[in-house]
């Protein structure tokens, strides 16, 4: 026993040799090391494999162009299995070992909390590129994020249900497992509510299901006017089907995880007429998105998800605010952050808040065939 | 009148239901069936079978994509039925192979060590196929080939796809053909020898070693059948699709009585139905319902619906 | 008894020293893999007193530790939750501030979490093996459902902001008390009674040991400590949510237990150690071969090699500290038993 604490000890001090004690400045004369941690495998791997995709691509143009201020981006990215216990030990080896000059990540909520102390107590500054939970960005001055919030977005597309889609009725399915989900259901409901609307029913399912048929009929049985779907793009395309295959024929709505190019053919037109939000519509024309589409098609094969989108403007978000500190110094580029205002991304235009929260508006999209037709721009004033 | 009228609703909905719950329950059985069948032998919950079902749903995958009727974006083409044919052959006999060699290289060293050492490297088979997987088919959700359109058939009140109708049809054959092959042929009757007694039944002349390969072999067939015929349903292919639904089979196989194949078909239409009945009321809490109707059944009968009886030798 | 004493001032004092070793001179990330180290033996251990000692295969720790994270985390944590009616999110103040309120706190997620052993071992200890395991399991999912919908403790968004209390002092004199407690239990006549019952419940019972009874005290015993484990977790992560304490987790505490040596309390330390350790270890390969998947993929294949060449377990059922004393010093006298 006591020999048991003893190896332990040694253990301890075996690992400790050879490991410096002092955070790496993060940057030399030729090179930046950015961190990257998100889920590479596990149940949530799809999601962790699009955000990595998007930030390779905007390192491989930044490095193409130059760099940021004349040194090359070098990524460490560390895959958190999507746990949060390999999200703080991700982290920490990032803060403390690679000494990354700035940390970019990670999708899920869990994690982001999991990660967000370490690297505010060492002063490297942390960019969420799509953690949705209100309190990610609570952890400390140090910790930035540049998707919706779920309140935003809940009550946008409720604002949007009511509004343009006239219902009085609405129905909701959400992903009991995944907080994204329940933080757009709940804002919806309560903002749909507060309009004057009923939510007729509010459905569960359990992360990984794939039959949505029992919470169909339940909601089938309702006849509400709208259904709203706050999932990703690979539920959303099998309840569909399923609704469509019960004769539920309702317009479906989503937020920005329906964004996908599988979208549309995973759900073999079970979603022609319905809705949803993202940062962009493709109709814009926006000079931006449309090079993003192009090159990420080109690396890798298929159009990029929100995720991906997301993943590639955190990269460029880090550049401007390096840029706009004037140089590689982390509680500069902190304060560059906080002051960010107008920034042009493939994900719309936006600001960061005092929260240090972005604030963009949100693009109601229709899906017409394989096409996602521009309906209107909903912005944070109008549903605040 | 009101009432009444509501009341009717009610009952079409609830029938609706145990439609939902007989097709999600055929599958969990179909699944179920390899759990049943590798525990009934080799007393070992094989971890890496709803691993098995996902490579099954994989390899019916890709024969439609080798011979291009699955075009990245564009609408997808029918696929004529000989595709179909050749991706059932080949996901069948591919994931009968991997059962084998999963036995023969993970299981079988350890089949004279404690059960649960057995059981361990099960879980590593499983996390390795999962991570394998990853790594082969990247994480990407991958849709299915259109071998079948997908259509709603009303049944009086109800409506019901088309494909879930396959999947009962389906299921119920290959479970109970199954059934009449254990119990009716000599190769049957050798599998039933083993899980009796496995040392009496070598002396009896019972090649074992065979014996078990054959139950992995059709164990994961029936899991590629299951794979396949869920991802026509509901298509949508990840390697971790297996998780979830391992453990409803799981489940169902215990529930039926795990060594006993009726009792895995049991099973899984009992937790099926109980699910989506569950359901009508309230999904929230289906799954915990479920499970503690689950433990409930477990107390009244210890070894499951269908099992026998332990008997304790004194 | 003293001996007993002797070893759990050993080990606190163990704790101590670490503790300021790793205060002092260790870097952030080995420290916080040790602290996880940490946390991990001791699941492993309180598991061990349920699946090595009793025989009894539960599927559910994470289910205990999910409760003790909760409950601990409750007491220590300003809570905020999203209040539908008002669509804004509530803040209520902790209800025990301060260091000292936290091993009150710990000690209420350990009652919490030995309670819920109490109910879920009374009545499903009757079962037997595998169908004890899926019974277990079942409790498991159940109570992470129901942490995913009280929205008074954030539903599945979780507990967010806890204080971080855990420091390695805590986590290794809790893991220091709960081997002491598990190793004084195994030598102890109760200890053999558990064995009994794992080796033979029929025969135990003739020789008149309440099987019954044991059984339900070996399932609190393993579920307090499982509770502690999980407030030490919560206050080490400083957020907790119910997907942290899924299915996967309680198998992997049973893989930590079955290559450590299923019944050796050494093997279950060890096979902790090595597990927690393994998937950061293989972090490096991961960062020069950009593969996603490879990782895990590696983690799994050295988890089935291990057992292959050592099915046993890697004590089997021995102990480290007596074996090894005798082997290495022939002449010292042997210990009474």
Do not use: M
């Given at each position: 026993m006591r020999k048991a604490l003893g190896v332990l000890a040694l253990m301890a001090v075996a690992l400790a040799?050879?490991?410096?004690?002092k955070i790496g400045p993060g940057f030399d004369d030729k090179e930046v090391n950015l961190g990257l941690f998100v889920?590479?495998?596990?149940?949530?791997a799809t999601f962790g494999e699009d955000t990595k995709k998007g930030v390779e691509l905007a390192i491989e143009e930044i490095n193409a162009a130059g760099g940021i201020k004349g040194k090359k981006i070098k990524l460490t990215h560390y895959d958190t299995a999507s746990k949060p216990e390999e999200g703080k030990a991700a982290a920490t080896k990032l803060a403390t070992?690679?000494?990354?000059?700035v940390a970019m990540g990670a999708v899920a909520s869990g994690i982001s909390l999991a990660a967000a102390p370490e690297f505010q107590k060492y002063g490297i500054p942390m960019i969420s590129p799509?953690?949705?939970?209100?309190?990610v960005t609570e952890q400390g001055n140090y910790i930035f994020r540049i998707c919706y919030l779920d309140d935003f977005q809940g009550a946008a597309c409720a604002v949007f249900a009511m509004?343009?889609?006239?219902?009085?009725k609405a129905a909701i399915l959400q992903n009991q497992d995944d907080a994204y989900s329940t933080g757009l259901a709940d804002f919806f409901e309560a903002r749909f509510k507060k309009a004057?609307?009923?939510?007729?029913a509010k459905e569960s399912y359990k992360k990984g299901?794939?039959?949505?048929n029992t919470q169909v009929t339940n909601i089938k049985a309702k006849s509400p006017d709208v259904v709203f779907l706050p999932c990703y793009y690979n539920d959303a395309a099998l309840i569909a089907q399923q609704c469509r295959a019960q004769g539920l024929n309702v317009p479906l709505l989503g937020g920005d995880?329906?964004?996908?190019?599988k979208l549309v053919p995973n759900a073999k037109g079970a979603l022609e007429g319905c809705y949803f939000g993202n940062h962009?519509?493709?109709?814009?024309?926006n000079a931006r998105v449309k090079a993003f589409v192009e090159a990420y098609r080109k690396k890798y094969g298929n159009a990029p998800s929100s995720l991906a989108a997301l993943g590639y403007d955190v990269v460029y978000v880090v550049k401007k605010a390096i840029e706009d500190a004037g140089e590689f110094d982390r509680a500069k580029v902190r304060d560059a952050l906080a002051k960010l205002k107008g920034f042009e991304g493939v994900t719309g235009k936006f600001d960061i808040d005092e929260r240090r929260d972005a604030r963009k508006s949100i693009s109601m999209l229709k899906i017409e065939g394989e096409k996602f037709k521009f309906v209107r721009q909903i912005n944070p004033s109008e549903v605040e | 009148m009101q009432l009444l009228l509501e009341s009717g609703d009610f009952l079409a909905r609830l029938l609706q239901q145990c439609a939902n719950g007989v097709a999600k329950g055929s599958v969990y059985a179909l699944v179920a069936v390899g759990y049943t069948m590798v525990y009934g032998v080799?007393?070992?919950?094989?971890?890496a079978h709803s691993d098995v079902y996902m490579l099954g749903a994989y390899f019916s995958y890709y024969p439609a994509r080798w011979l291009g009727y699955m075009p990245d974006g564009a609408e997808k083409p029918k696929v004529p039925l000989y595709v179909l044919g050749l991706a059932f052959a080949f996901a069948v006999t591919a994931c009968a192979c991997t059962g084998m060699l999963i036995e023969r290289l993970a299981y079988r060293p350890l089949?004279?060590?404690?059960?649960l050492a057995a059981l361990i490297t099960a879980i590593g088979v499983s996390i390795f196929l999962q991570n394998a997987g990853q790594m082969v088919f990247t994480s990407e959700v991958k849709s299915f080939p259109r071998y079948v359109d997908q259509t709603s058939v009303p049944l009086g009140p109800i409506a019901v796809a088309n494909t879930s109708l396959i999947i009962v049809v389906v299921a119920a054959l290959m479970v109970g053909g199954l059934h009449l092959f254990v119990q009716r042929t000599r190769t049957g009757a050798a599998m039933r020898a083993c899980s009796h007694d496995m040392r009496t039944a070598r002396l009896m002349g019972v090649n074992v070693n065979a014996t078990i390969s054959l139950t992995f072999a059709i164990g994961s067939a029936m899991a590629a059948v299951g794979g396949m015929l869920i991802a026509m349903d509901q298509p949508r292919l990840t390697p971790t699709m297996g998780l979830l639904m391992g453990l409803k089979a799981f489940v169902a196989a215990v529930l039926g009585g795990i060594g006993s194949i009726p009792g895995a078909a049991l099973g899984g239409l009992l937790l099926g139905v109980a699910e989506s009945v569950v359901g009508t009321w309230n999904t929230t809490y289906a799954d915990a319902v479920a499970f503690v109707a689950l433990i409930v059944v477990l107390l009244v009968k210890p070894s499951g619906i269908?099992?026998?009886a332990g008997r304790e030798k004194v | 008894m003293l001996r007993t004493a002797g070893i759990l001032a050993a080990g606190l004092a163990a704790a101590f020293a670490l503790n300021l070793l790793v205060a002092?001179?260790?870097?952030?990330y080995p420290a916080l893999v040790i602290n996880l180290c940490g946390i991990s033996i001791i699941l492993a251990v309180s598991l061990n007193v349920i699946n090595?000692?009793?025989?009894q295969f539960s599927l559910g720790h994470a289910g205990f530790m999910a409760i003790g994270a909760y409950v601990s985390a409750y007491f220590t944590t300003t809570l905020r939750y999203f209040d539908p009616e008002a669509a804004r999110y509530i803040s209520q103040a902790p209800l025990l501030d301060g260091l000292w309120g936290f091993p009150l706190a710990l000690m209420a997620g350990g009652i919490a979490a030995a309670v819920a052993g109490l109910v879920v071992g009374i009545?499903?200890?009757?079962l037997k093996g595998d169908y004890l395991a899926i019974a277990t399991l079942g409790f498991g999912e159940i109570v992470t459902i129901l942490l995913a919908n009280f929205?008074?403790?954030?539903?599945?968004k979780g507990l967010t902001s806890?204080?971080?209390?855990?420091d390695t002092f805590w986590i290794y004199g809790a893991a220091s008390v709960c081997i002491t407690f598990s190793l004084f239990f195994q030598r102890s006549t109760f200890g053999r009674a558990l064995i009994a019952i794992r080796e033979n419940e029929l025969a135990a019972e003739v020789m008149g040991i309440g099987a019954a009874r044991m059984k339900v005290i070996a399932f609190i015993y393993g579920a307090f400590f499982a509770g502690i484990a999980g407030g030490l977790f919560a206050h080490l992560m400083l957020s907790i949510s119910?997907?942290?304490?899924?299915?996967m987790k309680s198998v992997e505490v049973v893989v930590m237990l079955v290559l450590g040596g299923l019944g050796s309390m050494t093997g279950a330390v060890v096979g902790a150690v090595i597990l927690t350790i393994l998937p950061e270890a293989l972090r490096d390969i991961e960062r020069e071969v950009n593969l996603s998947g490879l990782r895990m993929a590696l983690y799994a294949l050295i988890l089935i090699l291990l057992m292959l060449f050592r099915p046993q377990g890697i004590f089997g059922q021995r102990e480290l500290s007596l074996k090894l004393l005798r082997r290495l010093v022939p002449g010292r006298r042997k210990e009474s038993p």
């Open positions: 040799a050879g490991c410096g004690t889920s590479t495998s596990g149940e949530i070992q690679d000494g990354v000059f799509s953690s949705t939970n209100p309190t509004n343009d889609l006239k219902a009085k004057g609307g009923t939510v007729v299901t794939t039959d949505f995880g329906w964004e996908s190019d962009y519509a493709e109709a814009d024309e | 080799l007393q070992l919950i094989n971890f089949r004279n060590a404690s059960r269908l099992g026998k | 002092n001179a260790i870097p952030p090595g000692l009793t025989g009545p499903t200890l009757r929205r008074q403790v954030g539903g599945t806890i204080p971080g209390h855990a119910p997907a942290n304490f899924g299915f």
